[in-house]
């Protein structure tokens, strides 16, 4: 059984940089896509980027691209977001999750979730 868990999270300042790690456990996570999505107040979770199984394909949102970069790492234990030019509008509760093999953009689809990581941008 898959799971995943975020870290990485905090206080940064506007324009700043931060990379989230979301940790996975399980025989079978290299046979995983791995999304990431953030939820701010009063908001939908928003989709940011996803990559795929093998690491091969990676997608990003429009509202995030050329600013985020999604990667795997080689020993198939953890995915991290690097996110730069970080503004007050990135504030939310950032989440990793999981599915098997390809790419999605929609929530829903993932049936793996992590319990999300706090990020603030001051300012």
């Known amino acids: 059984q898959v799971q995943v868990s975020e870290s990485g999270g905090g206080l940064v300042q506007s324009g700043d940089s931060l990379r989230l790690s979301c940790a996975a456990s399980?025989?079978?996570?290299?046979?995983?896509?791995v999304g990431w999505f953030r939820q701010g107040p009063g908001k939908d979770r928003e989709f940011l980027g996803a990559?795929?199984?093998?690491?091969?394909?990676?997608r990003y949102a429009d509202s995030v691209q050329g600013r985020c970069t999604i990667s795997r790492d080689k020993a198939e234990t953890a995915v991290y977001l690097q996110m730069n030019s970080l503004q007050p509008a990135d504030t939310a509760v950032y989440y990793c999750a999981a599915r098997p093999m390809s790419i999605q953009t929609t929530p829903s689809l993932y049936n793996i979730w992590g319990q999300g990581t706090q990020v603030t941008v001051s300012s």
């Open positions: 990559i795929n199984w093998s690491g091969t394909d990676t």
């Open positions: 399980g025989r079978t996570f290299n046979l995983y896509a």
